[in-house]
């Protein structure tokens, strides 16, 4: 009896649900960056500490807390203009813990200048029954 009032309580989760609030997460981030938006970006991510490595560009590099991944995240968005963003998603996620996620940053500096391209790679982890980034990098 007990564990039927507990099973009731904390429905499981089918791979399917998980999957579709996966992709509604990556849409999300995609959103976020072709948007510029430091503070979406943010509320995406781990309410622990993101890992970040965004040499380059912004000379970010550790792991950062919600409020510091903030300031990192306006000052590359502050200096940098996204032209476009697209996640390269082409395998279902399954049943892994993590998920990575991939795409190509096209962006030029602020006020005008060369276009250039990087390729943006998120981890995203469960954390508190919702799909968090705990991971960014970027690579030439």
């Not at 992709?23 to 959103?31: M, V, Y």
């Not at 979406?40 to 490595?53: E, H, I, N, W, Y």
């Not at 190509?104 to 391209?117: F, I, M, N, S």
Request: proline share 5%; hydrophobic share 45%; aromatic share 8%.
């Amino acid at each position: 009896m007990l564990l039927a009032l507990l099973l009731a309580a904390f429905p499981r989760v089918t791979t399917a649900e998980s999957d579709a609030a996966l992709e509604a997460r990556l849409a999300q981030l995609e959103r976020a960056v072709r948007q510029g938006d430091a503070d979406a970006l943010t509320a995406l991510a781990s309410k622990g500490r993101v890992q970040v490595d965004l040499r380059g560009f912004a000379d970010a590099q550790g792991a950062y807390a919600p409020g510091q991944l903030q300031v990192v995240l306006d000052r590359v968005f502050a200096t940098l203009e996204t032209r476009a963003f697209t996640f390269d998603v082409e395998a279902p996620p399954g049943r892994e813990a993590t998920f990575f996620a991939s795409g190509t940053w096209l962006h030029r500096p602020r006020g005008g200048g060369p276009e250039a391209h990087q390729t943006l790679t998120f981890a995203l982890h469960v954390e508190g029954g919702q799909w968090r980034v705990v991971e960014m990098r970027a690579t030439p």
